[in-house]
């Protein structure tokens, strides 16, 4: 059986972008693809782009909307639903990801079965970011608003990178936790450091976590990449399982398993 992949971490730049990453993604493995929007304050018309793509080719894209924190509320959260959004990505806070101000949307989002995407650790210096405070997207704080909300679906991007201790932490003690390792680290950190991080199985007593998974069913596959450099992201992907010999039915985790949960794919 062919290998099946969701790539749970994309973005669409501009409608130039949408035939290359669309035909690019044809001659991968990869069957799902979240695109995440990205709020209007930071990248306008992103949110539209991202719509429209999914509902023309909505067998591929699953779009999340970029939701500003701090200038939409409840009600907007309902509203992007209704249009069509399948889950919420988070990005550049004024605040603390778990400032009280921010709470009735995660709820909301709960209640709406939204899984939610937050950005976590540093973010790249462009024009548009110049503002952002990447101390407001420490990983840690996922882990107050996971445990506030165990039946809210929270997925943290980039392994927390830098603040990698913070994030593995957090995905032992919450069941409804999961991270994504796009970005930079599988290029500077290899599979020893890694497989230390993310150490813990239903064999590890007493330190197993409290819903017996292994910490491997906790992570995902996401590229966050141009088109031409998604198969590279597999590779690194590959290169760290490899390393760690880890087994067919973790792989499958990785790849599909964990995401199609999260998505309401169902095992397929
Ligand atoms: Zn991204």
């Given amino acids: 059986m062919a290998r099946k992949i969701i790539d749970m971490h994309q973005h669409l730049g501009s409608e130039a972008d949408f035939e290359p990453l669309t035909t690019a993604y044809a001659?991968?493995?990869?069957?799902?693809?979240?695109?995440?929007?990205?709020?209007?304050?930071?990248?306008?018309?992103?949110?539209e782009l991202v719509l429209s793509a999914a509902q023309r080719v909505p067998e591929l894209y699953v779009p999340f909307v970029g939701f500003d924190l701090d200038a939409c509320g409840v009600d907007d959260l309902v509203r992007y639903r209704d249009d069509g959004?399948?889950?919420?990505?988070?990005?550049?806070?004024?605040?603390?990801?778990?400032?009280?101000?921010?709470?009735p949307v995660y709820e909301k989002a709960c209640e709406l079965g939204l899984p939610v995407l937050f950005h976590l650790g540093i973010v790249a210096n462009k024009p548009s970011w110049s503002d952002v405070n990447s101390n407001n997207m420490r990983p840690i704080y996922l882990d107050h608003i996971a445990r506030g909300l165990p039946e809210l679906t929270v997925i943290g991007a980039h392994l927390g990178n830098p603040w990698y201790e913070e994030a593995t932490m957090g995905c032992r003690w919450n069941a409804n936790l999961f991270y994504d390792l796009s970005g930079s680290t599988l290029k500077k950190k290899g599979p020893q450091f890694l497989g230390d991080l993310l150490w813990w199985s239903p064999e590890s007593k007493p330190y197993t976590s409290p819903d017996g998974t292994c910490a491997w069913e906790k992570i995902i596959f996401g590229s966050d990449v141009a088109p031409a450099l998604v198969a590279d992201v597999i590779s690194d992907y590959e290169r760290l399982m490899d390393g760690l010999d880890l087994s067919p039915k973790l792989r499958e985790d990785v790849w599909y398993g964990t995401g199609a949960r999260i998505l309401g794919l169902g095992e397929g």
């Fill in 27 to 47: 001659e991968t493995d990869i069957v799902k693809v979240v695109l995440l929007g990205i709020q209007c304050r930071r990248w306008p018309g992103n949110n």
């Fill in 85 to 103: 959004f399948r889950g919420v990505k988070f990005i550049g806070p004024d605040q603390p990801y778990n400032h009280p101000d921010y709470m």
